[in-house]
Structure formats: C-alpha cells, structure tokens
C-alpha cells in the first residue's frame, strides 16, 4: 500500500492483450443535476476548441500550455466518486505550471452534451468525463471536435480522440474482503450496494472470494439502495443489515453514511471510493480507494509533449490507482499482515482474484460488462 508508481496507458494496454480492451463497458458516479462551473485558470487560445497544436489521434507537436476540463455526476464535497476524481484533477494541477484546469459538478447525463460542446467550443484541449452516462454524448461530441481530445471513465466506445478509463478495483475489494472475514464473528458481512450492474456485482464477488480465502463460513448480505449518492437510505439499508446480524458493513456508496451506521452500532466498517476512518471511529477497518492522479497525470503529460493515443486503460494495483487507504486503529496485527503478504502476491501477478471461483478464465470484457451473478457466499441473488 505504501509504494507508488504512475504507469503509462501504453504499459496497461500492452499488458491486456487484444481481448482485454475489446469492449470494456461499466457504469459509476452519483445522481447528479445541473452543472455549474468552477474555472480554475485561463489557458492558450487557439481555432476549433483546441488550445495547442495537436494531431488528433495519435498526438502532434505537442502544446507549450493545455487546457483540461472535468465533468463530475455529482458534487465534488460527496466524499465519494466525483470527490475522488477531483483529488485527482487538483493533484496535477498543482503539480504542473503548464497545466489549467477547470471543472463542472453535478451535471446528469442528459445535459452532459451541452456541457461538453461548451468546453470543445472554448479553449479546452481535453476533456474528462467522469460517469457512465455520459458515454453517448460524449462520443457525439469527439466526432464534432476533432481536435478536442475526449477521455471518458468506464465506458466501451472509443474514436481517434476519445479514450477510455477504469481501475480494477476488484483487487482492493479482495483484500478487504480478507480483512472482512478475519474480523467478523457472526460470520455475516454486510453490503450496501448501489445497482445491480456488472461493476458492482464484480466489486461484491471480489470481497466475497476474498473473504472466504480466508474464512470459508463468511457469508454476505446484500441491500440495494438503487442510488450512488443517498445517505439517508444507505444509512438505513446498513442498519437493516446490523439487525439481521451482521458484524462487518461494507458499501458502494458515495458517501460515509454507511460508515457512520456502522460506528454508532458498534460493528467493523469498510468504506468505499475515498478514506473513511474519521467516520468509522474504533471500528474501522479499511476502504478501497481511488487515486486518480495515476492516470490524469500521464494523460495530461501526453498531451503536453504530443503523444496522446485513444487506447483503454483498465489499470490493477501496480498503477496505484485503485488502492487501499489506512488501517482503522484497533485492526489486529495478523490482519494487516494476511493482507499485506496477500496484497504483495497481486502486485507480483501470483495471485488472480477469480482464480478457483465460477469465473476463472474468463476474458477482460466479460469481467468488465458480462458479470451478472454472485459468487458462492452470497445470501440471494443479482435481481433482474
């Protein structure tokens, strides 16, 4: 957890093979509504939304200054997947005196286009998208702006200037899970999710089979919420699923609300997205977590010097970009250490998650889009 690289999306490219970026698709972010914009610096000038020379598609001369815009689903203060995203923008900003950025919150799929064209129409020369929903539009828009570069996090569609982006997180929610089932005495583990699709099915069947590597009696109890960002109901569905005995509550949730049930009931809590331990008290375990600045900084530096590609990126552990934040303060010392020897055999590509469960050898895509059921230790079923 301590070491830190920024890898290059042409090094996670090469390392999935032709199959593993055939067709990656998968949905997050929160409910969001309309935008507003905070701009966060000037920038270059230039004809056609592009604030640099460049060639789109597979880079150009380079730019002495970029310009670069985010579009966040929700508002940046949710402590959870847009709040994440922004750490990331405001990371390279810091750190690059050539770099301006700018940002739009809360902005729903349906009005994402309008905002897009705004930034392409500027003096933006590339833009982030930050959800699902907001593929479509998106893509309309690359085909408009060509020389406007487009990134869009967790989608499938691609053109000469627009890329695409997602981290396995499943590898974090592992060791979690691991950690899960080394705490929990009831041997009930509780998840809030947030809907029944394929990337929240896959983080549930990675804590799953985490847990169970290393208690096979755990078993886990799923309350879907049907919401990314709604703290009063994934404050409720935890507590619904403490009643019913669970001792350990995990969450797909945009907020700490779920952390917070958990600390006020007295039971071990993991979060999800951003680090959570102020909100967990004694009983806090750890939180997979999202360090975005491990792709914005190589995108960004590749349009500054000229060599930005539309390629996939789906980076594991050894990007650090999904990751684990710190232990909670009472985690016993044989759990940090399970995770910690665990977490080594990921990073050293000994250990596949789905190795030995229902989904081993199955492809990049399928992981990515196809996954629909749980894993063996799941009370219930995915709904339809």
């Not at 990656?24 to 509504?33: F, I, N, P």
């Not at 579009?71 to 405001?90: C, F, M, P, Q, T």
């Not at 900003?93 to 905002?115: F, H, I, M």
């Not at 982006?165 to 998840?191: D, F, K, S």
Request: glycine residues 12%.
């Amino acid at each position: 957890m301590d070491s830190k690289r920024t890898i290059s999306r042409r090094e996670i490219l090469s390392g999935l093979g032709a199959t593993g970026v055939a067709a990656l698709a998968g949905c997050s972010g929160g409910d969001g509504g309309s935008g507003s914009t905070d701009s966060g610096g000037d920038g270059g000038t230039s004809s056609d939304g592009s604030g640099g020379t460049a060639t789109s598609g597979d880079g150009g001369s380079g730019m002495d200054t970029v310009n670069a815009a985010w579009v966040y689903i929700s508002e940046v203060g949710d402590l959870g997947w847009s709040w994440a995203h922004n750490e990331g923008r405001k990371a390279v900003d810091e750190k690059y005196d050539w770099l301006e950025t700018e940002y739009t919150e809360a902005v729903a799929p349906g009005d994402s286009q309008r905002v897009f064209e705004q930034y392409a129409q500027g003096e933006t020369d590339v833009i982030f998208g930050t959800t699902f929903g907001y593929q479509d539009p998106m893509f309309n828009v690359a085909e408009q702006y060509t020389d406007t570069y487009f990134e869009h996090a967790t989608g499938y569609r691609t053109r000469e200037n627009m890329g695409r982006y997602m981290g396995r997180i499943y590898e974090p929610r592992y060791l979690a899970g691991q950690a899960a089932g080394m705490v929990t005495e009831n041997n009930t583990i509780g998840y809030v999710g947030a809907f029944p699709i394929p990337e929240v099915v896959r983080s549930i069947n990675a804590m799953v089979l985490g847990a169970r590597s290393v208690n096979p009696e755990a078993t886990f109890k799923i309350r879907w919420v049907n919401a990314w960002f709604d703290p009063p109901t994934a404050r409720q569905a935890a507590n619904s699923l403490i009643d019913e005995g669970c001792d350990v509550i995990s969450q797909e949730q945009d907020s700490p609300a779920a952390v917070k049930a958990a600390a006020d009931a007295g039971v071990w809590a993991s979060g999800y997205n951003a680090p959570m331990g102020e909100f967990g008290g004694e009983n806090y375990l750890i939180s997979p977590v999202w360090n975005w600045e491990e792709f914005y900084d190589p995108a960004v530096s590749a349009v500054h010097d000229g060599s930005w590609e539309s390629d996939a990126f789906w980076g594991g552990m050894e990007t650090n970009l999904p990751a684990l934040d710190e232990w909670g303060p009472q985690v016993p010392q044989d759990v940090k250490d399970t995770v910690a020897e665990t977490e080594q055999q990921i990073l050293d590509d000994e250990l596949d998650v789905w190795a030995g469960s229902k989904f081993e050898g199955e492809s990049d895509e399928f992981l990515f889009q196809e996954m629909s059921s749980f894993v063996e230790g799941v009370d219930g079923e995915v709904p339809e």
